[in-house]
């Protein structure tokens, strides 16, 4: 399940989804809607990354306590520790 929130800029995550206003050439919303890849800090402004790094890609820049609306998904849970049997069974060659 994920959740929106509301986050400080200097809060954003990688992962995190952001919505870029601009449709774009799909027809339907939830393509406006775009991972987070980076997460930088540069002049005391916070610069948010979405798409791939090396084409075309969105950049949003916010001020650190300036808030942001995103889309984040809950953090897995660890998978619980399955003990390991003692007794190994030969192959019987």
Do not use: C
């Amino acid at each position: 399940m994920t959740t929106r929130i509301t986050v400080a800029a200097d809060n954003v995550r990688i992962g995190d989804i952001i919505y870029n206003g601009l449709a774009g050439t799909g027809k339907h919303p939830t393509y406006a809607w775009e991972a987070i890849t980076q997460v930088n800090s540069v002049d005391g402004l916070i610069q948010l990354i979405t798409g791939r790094l090396d084409g075309p890609h969105g950049e949003f820049w916010f001020e650190p306590d300036e808030s942001v609306v995103v889309v984040r998904h809950p953090p897995a849970e660890p998978k619980p520790a399955i003990a390991e049997p003692h007794n190994k069974r030969a192959h019987g060659h």
